[in-house]
């Protein structure tokens, strides 16, 4: 079985996690402030989750979630990734962040700035357009009439193929937006981040999730 780390177990590390298993995968967590500290996330999870250092997680995982505030992407591990597939959830927060000329003025997107620091890793967007609650919630088996998608950027098509795979596995079907640069029509400000699973909802931490199909997203990255 596919062991899935994660480098960062917040939000949606932590939510990724929780489907991952959920799904019948391993699953090793990791974070800034050391596996101690992800005692109580390991206990829920049970016998199938351990935590590690973000290097060990990065070298026990077949997939790898980084999920870390963009600030931080320059300490995600660089050698152990090599050659495998990473899925990046990032967005860029100025407010959270800084500022990074080259994302203020469009000139590269935030996963390409993860893929340049791991030039022997296939990164693939993901992850990123949909509150960690509503991921929680609209996750359904395939073929279910209500299942929602996500939208999934990379230049590797092999790896943009291993994420739909796991996408299907926990839940979800997958829009391929095309290449990694592609991935700003699904970043902060455009149709398809959040609103559709919040059902346009006017109190969007309210609600309770709206599942989005794969033709709402395919609009919405139009559109974008």
């Known amino acids: 079985m596919t062991t899935i780390a994660l480098i960062g177990s917040g939000h949606i590390g932590g939510t990724v996690a929780r489907l991952a298993v959920a799904a019948g995968y391993d699953v090793v967590l990791s974070n800034s402030r050391g596996p101690e500290t992800l005692r109580d996330l390991v206990g829920e999870l049970g016998p199938k989750a351990r935590a590690a250092t973000a290097a060990e997680a990065a070298a026990a995982g077949d997939l790898v979630v980084v999920s870390v505030p963009l600030k931080a992407y320059r300490e995600v591990p660089v050698e152990p990734l090599a050659g495998k597939t990473v899925l990046d959830t990032n967005n860029y927060y100025p407010e959270r962040d800084g500022r990074f000329p080259e994302l203020d003025d469009d000139s590269t997107t ?33 073929g279910a009439a209500d299942r929602s998608a996500l939208a999934i950027a990379g230049d590797d098509a092999a790896a943009k ?45 309210e609600s309770p999730g709206v599942p989005a199909s794969a033709e709402t997203i395919r609009s919405g990255l139009a559109a974008g």
């Open 161 to 205: 193929a291993e994420v739909a795979a796991f996408l299907d596995a926990i839940g979800y079907d997958a829009v391929d937006a095309g290449a990694l640069a592609e991935g700003r029509r699904f970043q902060p400000g455009t149709p398809v981040y959040a609103d559709p699973y919040a059902g346009d909802a006017a109190n969007f931490w």
């Open 110 to 142: 935030s996963s390409e700035l993860l893929q340049r620091h791991l030039p022997e890793s296939r990164v693939v967007k993901v992850f990123n357009n949909i509150f960690f609650r509503h991921l929680a919630t609209l996750a359904r088996p395939a």
